[in-house]
């Protein structure tokens, strides 16, 4: 009789402690549903981080084209500054050849084009990122060497027809030239490299590739005046064999 009590006792309280704490967990936990009002709050509450997301999204590409814009207005900027300070560079030049004589006139006319365009890179070096030292170095040794071609030219323009004639053309002058010639193809080639090397506006690739064409077709000018100085040099010679032929 007892045993029968106590474990009635037993269930009644384990029966109690189970009922208090089915009280405590709400209905929608238990079936795993939610309510008309629970559901319309978490509704409202994604569509909210919704909107909030794709605002932030917008937010974000408007920022980064902005970006985009300013860098163009101030890459734009940057090229307007290098154009005017060529057209500037290229007056001063014609100026400076206004009180030369017709010979030497004639050769700074040639190689003014060679010294605008090692003006341009030099001008450039602001707007041609991370190779802009590596390209004004090499500027400055295209500089050196339109000096020596200058000097170089204006004396086989000097030499006058009689002179060529006995004595043939200036060799010294002739081979000096193809010399300087040679050296500036090859840091044509360097320039070339470094432009395809350039992170940069497609409109300062093309600015590049105009100077370094100026100055490959000037080489070309000059490589023909050296030959063509180069070989009077057999002309004198030649005159004395057909005399000797006649007596």
């Avoid at 795993?32 to 794709?54: F, L, R, S």
């Avoid at 090229?79 to 400076?96: L, T």
């Avoid at 470094?194 to 590739?209: G, H, N, T, V, Y």
Wanted: proline share 2%; charged share 20%; with cysteine.
């Amino acid at each position: 009789m007892k045993r029968l009590i106590v474990i009635s006792l037993v269930l009644i309280v384990f029966g109690s402690v189970v009922l208090a704490q089915g009280q405590q967990i709400p209905n929608n936990l238990v079936t795993g549903t939610m309510n008309p009002e629970q559901n319309q709050q978490a509704q409202g509450t994604g569509q909210a981080q919704q909107v909030q997301t794709e605002q932030q999204t917008q937010n974000q590409g408007e920022e980064g084209q902005l970006m985009i814009t300013q860098q163009q207005q101030v890459t734009a900027g940057k090229i307007n500054e290098v154009k005017q300070k060529i057209q500037q560079k290229q007056q001063e030049m014609n100026q400076e050849m206004q009180p030369m004589g017709k010979t030497e006139q004639k050769v700074y006319q040639n190689q003014n084009q060679v010294r605008l365009a090692v003006h341009s890179l030099l001008e450039m070096k602001d707007v041609i990122g991370g190779i802009g030292p590596q390209v004004s170095q090499i500027a400055q040794e295209f500089n050196n060497s339109v000096q020596a071609t200058i000097k170089a030219e204006e004396k086989i323009q000097i030499r006058n027809r009689v002179v060529r004639f006995f004595a043939g053309g200036d060799k010294e002058s002739a081979e000096l030239m193809e010399q300087e010639v040679n050296r500036n193809r090859e840091r044509i080639q360097q320039l070339d490299q470094l432009r395809e090397q350039c992170d940069c506006d497609e409109q300062i690739k093309a600015m590049f590739q105009e100077q370094t064409q100026n100055m490959e077709q000037e080489q070309n000018r000059l490589q023909q005046l050296a030959q063509n100085e180069k070989q009077y040099k057999w002309l004198f010679g030649r005159f004395l064999n057909w005399m000797g032929r006649l007596f």
